[in-house]
């Protein structure tokens, strides 16, 4: 596993989120997957042309809500995934 070929499958980890979680895909939507080592998948928020001002994303980073993400992606593309956020 790489991050091309998460990336290539991340549509479809959005798309069951959308079907679990509304509020936590809206937050993660505009995510970007900027890298992948070891089992862990780091989100990207960093977006100056998106976001006027910095934003914490707590809302994702509560670990029952990083669990929902981790534990579709893992479903979705066969392999154990952590998620952490940049």
């Known amino acids: 596993m790489n991050l091309e070929s998460i990336k290539s499958r991340w549509n479809e980890v959005l ?5 679990e979680n509304r509020v936590l895909w809206l937050a993660l939507f505009d995510a970007r997957l900027s890298a992948y080592s070891d089992g862990a998948l780091t989100l990207d928020f960093q977006d100056p042309e998106k976001f006027a001002s910095g934003h914490d994303f707590s809302v994702i980073r509560k670990p029952e809500n990083l669990k ?3 534990t579709i992606a893992q479903n979705i593309l ?3 995934i952590s998620i952490t956020i940049k």
Do not use: A
């Open 15 to 19: 798309d069951q989120l959308l079907q």
């Open 68 to 70: 929902i993400v981790e």
């Open 78 to 80: 066969g392999t154990s």
